[in-house]
């Protein structure tokens, strides 16, 4: 088991254009979070899935942004038409709903909108 | 809404001193508390898991403490060394309202405390 792993690592990209990312959770996990984050805060918390359902998204989640985790394993995040406001680090965390909650998290993918 | 805290923002520290980190939350309704580290540019790592049950859990020179009732958690780090220099976060884990005692899944976290230790 390696991990929680996150590609790309670091993305630059011009304001307006699209990206995505992908996330691989630890492989027995069934739940899978994004995560947002910006220089001096917390981790903000995006959308939440279940296998493959999406429970939970959070309102900072806008129309620009989706996500999918089509059959239950890797999750993928897409930012339409980015803007400067974009920029952050997000982050990825997979948990197991046998263990209690305990979510272990991704490296991150640092994204820059110029 | 529930609401984390964590004071102090900043704390440097001479090599081998032992400290004490604040974690506050506003609402009692949780699931777990979660402490983290988070090495400049780099992801999160878990360091201590305390259900709402519980009231603390150690891992080597790392002691968690969980005050539900009071909405406090304190991680304590014991003979500190300069690999203990990071930002350390703490994030709770909102009750189910629905199914009490399940998870809903997200993490709330505060700001963080960053942690110095010079040698």
């Known amino acids: 088991d390696t991990g929680v792993s996150q590609d790309p690592r670091h993305k630059i990209t011009k304001r307006g254009q699209n990206v995505t990312f992908r996330c691989d959770p630890i492989s027995e996990h069934n739940r899978l979070y994004w995560y947002r984050q910006t220089l001096g805060q917390g981790p903000e918390f995006l959308t939440y899935?279940?296998?493959?359902?999406?429970?939970?998204k959070s309102r900072l989640l806008s129309d620009r942004f989706s996500a999918e985790r089509p059959k239950g394993s890797f999750s993928t995040l897409e930012i339409q038409r980015t803007e400067q406001g974009d920029s952050a680090m997000y982050l990825c965390?997979?948990?197991?709903?046998?263990?209690?909650?305990?979510?272990?998290f991704g490296p991150g993918t640092r994204l820059t909108v110029t | 809404k529930q609401e984390v805290t964590q004071i102090p923002a900043a704390l440097s520290v001479p090599e081998g001193e032992n400290l004490v980190l604040n974690c506050s939350f506003t609402?009692?309704?949780?699931?777990?508390l979660q402490w983290f580290r988070q090495d400049p540019g780099k992801g999160l790592t878990s360091l201590l898991l305390i259900q709402s049950s519980q009231r603390e859990q150690t891992s080597g020179r790392l002691n968690a403490s969980l005050d539900k009732s009071s909405g406090r958690s304190t991680l304590y780090i014991a003979a500190s060394q300069p690999g203990d220099s990071a930002t350390y976060l703490c994030?709770?884990?909102?009750?189910?309202?629905?199914?009490?005692?399940?998870?809903?899944?997200?993490?709330?976290f505060g700001k963080g405390t960053k942690l110095s230790v010079k040698p």
């Open positions: 609402d009692s309704a949780i699931y777990n």
């Open positions: 994030a709770v884990n909102k009750a189910d309202s629905v199914n009490y005692g399940g998870s809903q899944g997200n993490l709330i």
């Open positions: 965390a997979s948990s197991s709903s046998r263990i209690l909650g305990e979510q272990y």
């Open positions: 899935f279940q296998n493959e359902a999406q429970l939970e």
